[in-house]
């Protein structure tokens, strides 16, 4: 159990938008080819694929910050002393943690608005 959770823990990110990628390729195919050939197409295909490409881009978002391959300042760390990358590191997460504040108050109407 311990080694199935670690695997989760390390790659469940990965599967995840693999699947969200594969489920908006398929569902697309599907509706192209449906539109074309029986001139029909599904009422909740262009939905779904809409809503797993906006979950695909938070789990990417959710992974990228998990390997700290998220926007940061790179190119200064090649330019400051060794010594001071620990500085940078935590300038760049508060002003990650700033932006996710500053995301998380303008969406708050919104999300009260679908509640």
């Known amino acids: 159990m311990k080694k199935l959770l670690h695997q989760i823990d390390e790659n469940g990110e990965r599967y995840l938008m693999l699947v969200f990628y594969c489920f908006i390729v398929f569902?697309?195919?599907?509706e192209v080819i449906r539109r074309f050939f029986p001139d029909f197409s599904s009422l909740?295909?262009?939905?779904a694929a809409r809503?797993?490409?906006?979950?695909?881009?938070?789990?990417g978002a959710s992974s990228c910050v998990k390997?700290?391959?998220?926007?940061?300042?790179?190119v200064m760390m090649h330019i400051l002393p060794r010594r001071l990358h620990g500085y940078?590191?935590?300038f760049g997460e508060a002003c990650t943690l700033v932006f996710a504040g500053f995301a998380l108050y303008w969406s708050l109407e919104t999300i009260s608005t679908m509640i």
């Open 27 to 30: 569902v697309i195919v599907i």
């Open 67 to 74: 390997q700290r391959a998220h926007i940061r300042f790179d």
């Open 88 to 90: 940078l590191y935590l």
């Open 44 to 47: 909740w295909g262009e939905e």
């Open 51 to 59: 809503f797993a490409f906006i979950y695909l881009g938070w789990v």
